[in-house]
């Protein structure tokens, strides 16, 4: 089973929560809006504890750094290829619009032989929670309703 980590970043903004959702990098997900955005996130590596692998993914894809003992649980949810997403929340801020960060290599295009480089992540956006809950992956959704849970819950 492939699991991954990543971090919900979220800021306040005049009495409005968003969050900070990541848009695919490479040609596969170039056209593509509604349900192709995530969490900033990554696979595990052997052995690593889930909010270290959510710590070090936010800074890879993003360049944020955030303390993985400061991460709040936010669960697990299984996206629709199997995957398990373990989810962590974080108040923080980080620039909006193209990011540099890591890249993956693939054919491009397809059966060309030409291999290409193309960033995890090629852009972030503060958003609305209704915002997106349309632009997020299906699964991830669950995500954004927990952090309100828990923030409607702090306030209590």
């Given at each position: 089973m492939?699991?991954s ?5 979220y800021?306040?903004?005049n ?11 490479g040609?596969i ?9 995530s ?12 909010s ?10 993003v360049?944020?750094v955030?303390?993985?003992g400061?991460l709040?649980?936010l669960?697990?949810?299984r ?6 997403v ?7 801020d ?10 993956f ?5 397809p ?7 193309f ?11 209704e915002?997106a ?11 954004v ?12």
């Amino acid at each position: 089973m492939v699991q991954s980590a990543g971090v919900l970043l979220y800021r306040r903004r005049n009495e409005v929560i968003e969050v900070l959702i990541a848009h695919p990098g490479g040609p596969i997900w170039a056209g593509r809006d509604a349900g192709a955005w995530s969490i900033p996130k990554g696979e595990l590596d052997e052995y690593e504890a889930p909010s270290l692998a959510a710590a070090r993914e936010l800074l890879e894809e993003v360049g944020v750094v955030v303390d993985a003992g400061s991460l709040v649980p936010l669960g697990t949810v299984r996206q629709a290829g199997g995957k398990v997403v373990h989810g962590f929340a974080a108040e923080g801020d980080a620039p909006e619009g193209p990011v540099s960060g890591s890249t993956f290599e693939m054919e491009w295009p397809p059966r060309s032989g030409r291999i290409r480089a193309f960033p995890e992540v090629d852009r972030v956006a503060w958003v609305g929670p209704e915002t997106a809950r349309g632009k997020l992956v299906t699964a991830q959704v669950e995500l954004v309703d927990r952090l309100l849970q828990l923030l409607d819950g702090s306030r209590e």
